[in-house]
């Protein structure tokens, strides 16, 4: 499956006083990231994927190496963990060739604004998104394929 790459400048603004980048700051990188992922289905192409809205509801990030400021772009790879009824699963590393400085995880909900509450994802968003599903280590099989139906047939959230 793909993982989808984007180019992340450092701004000097992005260091802290430790002259790293600031452990917020990685929280923008991964905004960053996500949103030019989600947008490779944009309405500009004729579609209306994800323009309802999409909220974040849960974020988790393993800090392993301090980042600091130089001119190269750091690289940060995004792909599909697991889709499920009315969220999704995103992970990601921002690298360059020799270092993993962080993985994260973000868990996003499509969200109909008008509304005011999260909707289902739509089966062009899955079909999009199910290029980027990596299975899980060990398993060979990728999590969440089934429209969010768990082992039990339950609908999952």
Known sequence: MARH??????????MDAFGHVNNVVFLRYL??????????LAPGNGSDA????VVVA???????????????????????????AASIDLCY???????VYVRAATRIVPFDLEAGRPRRVTSEEESFLTDYLEP???????????AGKSAEGAVTV
């Open 5 to 14: 790459i984007y180019s992340c400048p450092l701004r000097w603004f992005d």
């Open 31 to 40: 905004e960053e990231a996500r949103v030019d992922f989600m947008w490779r």
């Open 50 to 53: 994800f323009t309802g809205g």
């Open 58 to 84: 849960r974020h988790e990030i393993d800090y392993l190496k301090p980042l600091v400021h130089r001119h190269t772009p750091v690289t940060i790879e995004t792909w599909v963990k697991e889709i499920r």
């Open 93 to 99: 590393e921002v690298k360059d060739e020799e270092t």
């Open 136 to 146: 899980e280590p060990g398993t060979g099989e990728a999590a969440g394929t089934g």
